[in-house]
């Protein structure tokens, strides 16, 4: 089992965990405008929790976006800091996965989960995902940045659940025929973690200099 840290400031929630072992450890806090002051004390202290140096891990994993374009400037330079330095591999996560990861948890295989971040300017990030036997959810469609209106249902799935802060939108966006919807759910780096360890297995870590954002939005500003 590798040992990997995970990092996300890509929404409003910032976090850190680390796999050690079969031991997930993990710091969350919600603070829109702390990021660049708690990333890495969290870091520091998980580290610490288990005794551990940047050098004993095998590779930083980060959620890539789309998201906060500050947020993510935040989570990436600061990813790319650490890896540099103790020369590690990086894995990109996409945010829309670790939140779609973040909402499964609590609903059976099959379920089909449809992950939206507020996007601002009036539009939303979107992607369909479906939770999987073994617990990991997997993407069903691209990735999309659209207005709220344009959201469409891609599933035919028994059972589909809505999650994300996309879902400020809700009587624009329709129900989709969902279960149940949360607006309040925010991606977590222990969601990162889980579908990081799935792409190190598959060989999918790459060199640092790839650690780089997924912002959909042709300009950024």
């Known amino acids: 089992m590798p040992r990997l840290l995970a990092l996300d400031s890509s929404t409003e929630a910032c976090s850190v965990a680390l796999l050690d072992g079969d031991v997930v450890i993990e710091r969350y806090v919600e603070a829109p405008r702390e990021h660049m002051l708690r990333l890495l004390p969290m870091v520091d ?56 990861q973040t909402g499964a948890h609590r609903v059976p295989a099959g379920t089909h989960i449809l992950s939206a971040i507020d996007a601002r300017m009036d539009e939303v990030y979107w992607g369909w ?57 925010l991606p977590r780096a222990s969601a990162v973690i889980a579908l ?10 790459v060199d640092v200099e790839q650690a780089l954002p997924v912002y959909l939005r042709d300009k950024v500003v």
């Open 45 to 100: 202290e998980l580290l610490a929790e288990r005794g551990l140096t940047l050098r004993d891990l095998d590779a930083i994993a980060f959620a890539r976006g789309p998201g906060s374009f500050t947020g993510l400037r935040i989570c990436i330079g600061v990813v790319q800091g650490l890896a540099f330095g103790a020369q590690l591999p990086v894995i990109p996560v996409s945010t829309l996965a670790a939140l779609a």
């Open 196 to 205: 990081a360890l799935s792409i190190w297995s598959a060989g999918g870590a």
């Open 129 to 185: 995902f479906e939770k999987q036997a073994d617990g990991l959810v997997r993407s069903i469609n691209d990735e999309q940045l659209t207005a709220p209106e344009q959201v469409h249902s891609q599933s035919d799935a028994v059972h589909r659940i809505g999650v994300g802060s996309g879902w400020c939108y809700r009587p624009r966006l329709g129900d989709a025929g969902l279960a149940t919807i949360d607006a309040t759910v």
